[in-house]
């Protein structure tokens, strides 16, 4: 029997390709989650660009964890920041090289290159979500960045703090493999991130999308 894998062999990689949606995640309540896949293979804007402005003031390289189609990757060599994309879904990889940014098909928890030497990390898009537990999340973007790195995190614009078995579901119904996900609005995740070892520095809300900068917090010997 063939296995398929979530992101990979579901409907993402198909919206990925096309460039369209819809596409949801799908609870096991029948409730649905909306992905913004067309906003994500579309150019960098909007609040984007408050998170593109604050890398250009990180120590250089930036690492986005799980890329997608490669849209914030090409912005930062567009703005001269030396950039890396990490994503499980092929189709996410092959697009954002077509846009000119570098990408590895890896997941975040592989063997990454440049480990605790990268000045940012990026977790956007709901990417906190990945592999539905933010707090080892949390603890493997510290692992990869330089002692005075950053991590910027985009959380849900609401109070929440949950995890959920979820498919991915097509504008034809069709649906992925389960796996499971997490949503974290911004107390939860900066609680998260203390028990990981990184300090809030910067909190902030554009276009109705929420973001914190997450630093390595000191601790003496």
Known sequence: MTRT?????????EAVRTGRGPLWLRRGDGG???????????PAAGADLGLLQRCTRLA???LDLGCGPGRLVAALL????????????GAAVARTRRLGGPALSRSVFDRLPAEGRWGGALLADGNLGIGGDPAALLRRGAELLASDGVLLVEVEPQDTDERCTVRV???DGRLGP????????ADAAARRA???????SERWT????????????????
Not at 5 to 13: G, L, N
């Open 78 to 89: 567009e703005l001269g920041v030396p950039a890396l994309g990490v994503d499980v879904t």
């Open 178 to 185: 389960p796996f499971t996900w997490a949503r974290l609005g």
């Open 169 to 171: 579901e097509g504008p």
């Open 32 to 42: 649905r989650i909306r992905l913004d896949v067309e906003r994500w293979c579309a």
């Open 60 to 62: 250089a390289p930036v």
């Open 206 to 221: 554009s276009h109705g999308r929420c973001f914190l900068a997450l630093r390595k917090a000191f601790r003496p010997r």
């Open 194 to 200: 203390r028990a990981a070892g990184l300090a809030e």
């Open 5 to 13: 894998a979530a992101w990979v062999d579901d409907p993402f990689a």
